[in-house]
């Protein structure tokens, strides 16, 4: 997990990259951060999250002894999705390399929202349920979950719609 992390970590950066490009006027290059990100986002991040849900939270929840332990990590996935929206119909109007002032606002609030959001969720999984997981689960039940949200994760990639 810390692993893919990594992977992800240039990924999160870009989406602040593509915040930092948006202006009056689009690139090309801007055009091509604000497709990459929405890329990332739906075909990678959405697909982790889902595989999160369905294997790693109930273990976070089961080591600490409540269904609620991962209800606000839970509500960060609601409101990625919801941002990963936004940023899908808004890069779906943005098809010249002139934008209004209003439409570049909103695009900037939505990229920044989301590399906020999830720059402090990685943060909260690395700091806190890893290390929880590290010295409340054997090892082979840790690898065992592990590799179910890989399993988890390339089938929430497959149901993927671009």
């Not at 602040?16 to 951060?33: E, N």
């Not at 890329?39 to 790693?56: I, R, S």
């Not at 010295?135 to 719609?161: H, I, Q, T, Y």
Request: charged letters at 25%.
């Amino acid at each position: 997990m810390r692993d893919e992390h990594k992977g992800l970590f240039p990924h999160i950066e870009s989406l602040k990259l593509a915040g930092i490009s948006v202006h009056g006027t689009l690139s090309q290059a801007s055009l091509d951060l604000i497709n990459e990100s929405y890329e990332f986002l739906n075909g990678h991040l959405l697909p982790h999250a889902q595989a999160e849900e369905a294997t790693l939270y109930p273990a976070v929840q089961k080591v600490m002894g409540t269904p609620y332990a991962t209800a606000t990590m839970s509500r960060d996935h609601v409101e990625v999705e919801q941002l990963t929206y936004e940023l899908a119909t808004y890069r779906d109007q943005v098809t010249a390399t002139e934008i209004g002032a209003k439409q570049a606002n909103e695009l900037k609030r939505v990229l920044y929202g989301l590399y906020t959001l999830v720059k402090v969720h990685f943060a909260k999984e690395e700091e806190v349920y890893l290390p929880l997981l590290d010295a409340n689960l054997p090892e082979d039940d840790a690898r065992e979950l592990f590799e179910a949200m890989e399993v988890a994760a390339g089938e929430a990639k497959a149901r993927v719609v671009v």
